[in-house]
Each structure stands twice: as structure tokens, then as C-alpha cells.
């Protein structure tokens, strides 16, 4: 089984950039598609970005299409979410999870990372 674990949150003004990233403790990291989900207070976990396990393919939501990228590197077993351009609305805790060849069946849920923007 995969472990996950993000790291790179933090606090931000409105505007500014963060880069999460998400570690694998297995290299069968290569054979998941990668994806990242947020929650914000008294909301339900939302989808932000996926990405395939070639790294062909990317998926966003609308609310973060344009500022957001989700990137991967195999060789260091760890996908990437850039975040520019940051609303106060991006505060949330965000997670990585795995799912397999486009399957919306997610896995392997990481323990989470706090985004919080402040405007």
C-alpha cells in the first residue's frame, strides 16, 4: 500500500503562491494516476487537480483552472500542486490520493497539508 504525505502549506495573502508537494513511499507510485482534493471548513472534500500516471493528462476544476498545475516526477516519486494566484477561498486542507488508469476510485489518502490565504 502506498503511503502519501504533502507538505508545503502555509499562510499566504491573496495573490501569492504556494507549491504542495506529495511524497510516495513506493516506486509503484509510477502506475497511479495522482490526484489532489481539498476541504474547507464545514464543507465537503472537493476535487482540484488529477493527473495520469504517464503525466500526460490533467484534469482541474473550474474554480482553480488558470492558476493552478499539478506536475509529477516519477523518478522522485512525488507530484506537485503550483498554486498562483491565490483567493482567500483556496483555504482549505488539501490532500493527494491515488487512483488507477482514469478509475474514480480513490485511495492511499495522504494526512493533509493547511492552505490558508488571507486577504
Known amino acids: 500500500q502506498v503511503q502519501l504525505v504533502e507538505s508545503g502549506g502555509g499562510l499566504v495573502q491573496a495573490g501569492g503562491s504556494l507549491r504542495l508537494s506529495c511524497a510516495a513511499s513506493e516506486r509503484t507510485f509510477s502506475v497511479y494516476d495522482m490526484n489532489w482534493f481539498r476541504q474547507a471548513p464545514g464543507k465537503d472534500r472537493e476535487f482540484v487537480a488529477s493527473?495520469?500516471?504517464?503525466?500526460?493528462?490533467?484534469y482541474y476544476a473550474d474554480s482553480v483552472k488558470g492558476r493552478f498545475t499539478i506536475s509529477r516526477d516519477n523518478a522522485k516519486n512525488t507530484v506537485y500542486l503550483q498554486m498562483n494566484a491565490l483567493k482567500p477561498e483556496d483555504t482549505a486542507i488539501y490532500y493527494c490520493c491515488t487512483s488507477y488508469h482514469g478509475a474514480r476510485i480513490y485511495r492511499n489518502w495522504g494526512q493533509g497539508t493547511q492552505v490558508t490565504v488571507s486577504s
Open positions: 493527473i495520469s500516471w504517464t503525466g500526460g493528462t490533467t
